[in-house]
């Protein structure tokens, strides 16, 4: 019988081995070597896809953005700039949440990345549209990608240990409780995303009704996604 041939290697398929990798064992994890092992190829093959393991992390960041719902900016869809932004960042952190090691590589920005801009470009286009003027809307692009990127940076809850006697009444006398931080580590911390995104919106939403009164010019002079 004749063997069954091997799939043939693409963009996709590294992209997903890479995925893998990085999810279960972290960044370090990927090389060449080890995603030619695993895809069962010769380690130069890769480079007819990608020219080093930078593209192969950036193709994986790219993926992960491109999970991020982008419908609530869409002409069509009823939701104004806040509830936009707030259901946006919902689901932007959702992604980041399920691919917590490719973080860091999306926190730099989108540069070349297709999706990236695509997020960036939408963000930025909702909020030129709802009245912002340009330059405030880019800084609300670059605020909200700090705050949900850091949000997923780590766990506030899962830094606690969940033996009581680390906490010391005599050394700590606030932290009686922060052992119990871990077993309700998903409450905590989405409850504080939420906490500080509603924070946010309502501070933005302060002064969208001062620019509405008093338009700053140099505001409208610049502006990008």
Request: proline share 6%; charged share 25%.
């Amino acid at each position: 019988m004749a063997r069954p041939r091997k799939p043939l290697l693409s963009r996709d398929r590294i992209v997903g081995a890479a995925s893998a990798l990085v999810d279960s064992e972290g960044l370090d994890a990927v090389s060449t070597r080890r995603l030619a092992a695993v895809l069962g190829v010769s380690g130069p093959s890769l480079y007819n896809h990608f020219r080093n393991k930078e593209e192969i992390l950036d193709a994986v960041a790219d993926a992960v953005s491109a999970q991020v719902d982008l419908s609530m900016f869409e002409a069509s869809d009823p939701r104004d700039w806040r509830a936009a932004l707030h259901d946006w960042a919902l689901s932007y952190r959702a992604a980041l949440a399920a691919h917590p090691h490719i973080v860091p590589v999306l926190a730099r920005g989108p540069r070349r990345r297709p999706a990236g801009l695509r997020v960036a470009d939408a963000v930025f286009g909702a909020m030129t549209g709802a009245g912002w003027p340009p330059a405030q809307a880019t800084r609300i692009g670059a605020l909200m990608r700090y705050f949900i990127t850091g949000s997923a940076l780590g766990s506030f809850a899962g830094g606690f240990v969940d033996d009581e006697t680390a906490y010391d009444p005599a050394d700590y006398p606030h932290l009686g409780q922060a052992h119990r931080l871990a077993d309700h580590r998903r409450q905590v911390d989405e409850g504080a995303f939420e906490t500080g995104l509603r924070a946010l919106l309502d501070g933005l939403a302060l002064q969208y009704e001062q620019y509405a009164r008093t338009p700053i010019d140099g505001d409208r002079q610049f502006g990008g996604g």
